[in-house]
Every structure is written in structure tokens, then in C-alpha cells.
């Protein structure tokens, strides 16, 4: 069964321009939920989609959006870049319930210049 | 002004030598708690969790106990082998918030021959 996929794997960006990551959980998963991890802060929750509806979210501004798709595919998108933006991006998922485990892509390496 | 990084602490330890990696979590909410390994460049790999109704797991050389009363956990790695090098993080979970993990800072685990 394959992993969680994400693309794209490395990204350069400059400030003010937006951007969209891409993460396809594993098959018959429905939960996605995405984490942002940085040096400074760790890895820190951004918010999870379920069935197309946002469950939970992070305490991160409303410039980190999301979506879920019927396929259960997720984007998060993130507009007006600033600098401390600059963080490994990564998108887990679950079958469903909070016991369940989530697993992790590789991740989406998002540099703002 | 400039992020400052986290400093991980470092368990440096002989291969065939047992670790001892240690966690204190913050929510007497959380009732759920899992162990990740995330290696250089690649997302977090789950290694083995734990309920709340649980003090102690086993899986393949690790074993995760749990300390309720002062909000530990702990992951104990036998025979610890050059291929367990990497830095791992403690997550906990709240049965009834979803898939939103809160992450340790994390354990940086060097092998040395």
C-alpha cells in the first residue's frame, strides 16, 4: 500500500506571492491533518479535514487555509509569504478516529526569500 | 527578530547499549500518546503508542511506559543499533479532539560504534 504522498518536495518562494502544497493520504484514509515544523517552534498543528470538513485547526493566522477533496485528497494553501513561513510542511493521515495512527509524508520544504 | 533554534537534547549511547528516551506531557486531557522517529530529510515514522488506560506497551525491541500520576512517558529502545540514529518526539492526543497531536521538542539519539 503506498504512503502519504506530497508534492511539491521543495519550494522557493519569494515574499507576498502565495503558494499550495498537495497531499494524497494513504487509501482508504479520510482524515488529513497538516503540521508545520521549524527550528524554532518545533512541530506545531496547523488543522485537520475530514469527509471535506475542517475538524480542528491550530492557532496559526487565517493566511493557512485548507481544503479536503471527495477522494479525501488535501491542499493547504498559504498567501502573503513571509519570511518566518519558511518551514517543512507535513501532511499526515488517519483513518479516521483519534486513536488511530497517522502516518506522515515526506514532507514539502517551503523556503521564502 | 532572529528564530532562535530549539536545542534537542542529545542521548548519546554505544550500539547493543539499551536507550532511554523521556518525555513530560503537559494535558491530564490527553489520553492517547505515541512515539515517532524522524530521520534526517524525512517525515516522522511512527514507532508504537499508548492509552491512557495503559502504563506500559511492547513492540519489537521498544517498549513505551506511561506515568499518569506525573504526566511522563517514556520510550525504551533494547539493543539499540546504528539504524536508530535520529531525533524522536513524543505526541499526545485527546480522544475527543480529533487528529491533533501536540509534539515534544524531541530527542536527538546518536549511536556510536
Known amino acids: 500500500k503506498a504512503g502519504v504522498t506530497q508534492t511539491p518536495r521543495y519550494l522557493i518562494k519569494t515574499r507576498g506571492q502565495q503558494v499550495t502544497l498537495s497531499c494524497s493520504p494513504i487509501?482508504?484514509?479520510?482524515?488529513v491533518s497538516w503540521y508545520q515544523q521549524t527550528p524554532g517552534q518545533g512541530l506545531q498543528f496547523l488543522f485537520e479535514?475530514?469527509?471535506?470538513?475542517?475538524?480542528n485547526k491550530g492557532n496559526f493566522p487565517g493566511r493557512f487555509s485548507g481544503r479536503q477533496f471527495s477522494n479525501s485528497r488535501s491542499e493547504m494553501n498559504v498567501s502573503t509569504l513571509e519570511l518566518g513561513d519558511s518551514a517543512l510542511y507535513l501532511c499526515?493521515?488517519?483513518?479516521?478516529?483519534?486513536?488511530?495512527?497517522?502516518?506522515f509524508g515526506p514532507g514539502t520544504r517551503l523556503t521564502v526569500l | 527578530g532572529e528564530s532562535v533554534g530549539l536545542h534537542l537534547p542529545t542521548l548519546s549511547v554505544q550500539e547493543g547499549d539499551n536507550s532511554i528516551i523521556n518525555c513530560a506531557y503537559s494535558n491530564s486531557a490527553s489520553d492517547y500518546f505515541i512515539w515517532y522517529k524522524q530521520e534526517s530529510g524525512k517525515g516522522p515514522q511512527f514507532i508504537i503508542d499508548?492509552?491512557?488506560?495503559?502504563d506500559k506497551r511492547q513492540g519489537q525491541r521498544v517498549t513505551v511506559l506511561l506515568n499518569k500520576t506525573v504526566k511522563h512517558l517514556s520510550l525504551q529502545i533494547a539493543a539499540t543499533q546504528p539504524g536508530d540514529s535520529a531525533v524522536y518526539f513524543c505526541?499526545?492526543?485527546?480522544?475527543?479532539?480529533?487528529?491533533?497531536?501536540?509534539f515534544g521538542t524531541g530527542t536527538q539519539l546518536k549511536v556510536e560504534l
Open positions: 487509501s482508504g484514509h479520510r482524515s
Open positions: 499508548i492509552r491512557s488506560n495503559m
Open positions: 479535514y475530514f469527509s471535506e470538513t475542517q475538524r
Open positions: 505526541a499526545e492526543n485527546n480522544q475527543g479532539g480529533g487528529n491533533k497531536l501536540t
Open positions: 499526515a493521515s488517519t483513518i479516521r478516529y483519534s486513536t488511530d495512527t497517522q502516518y
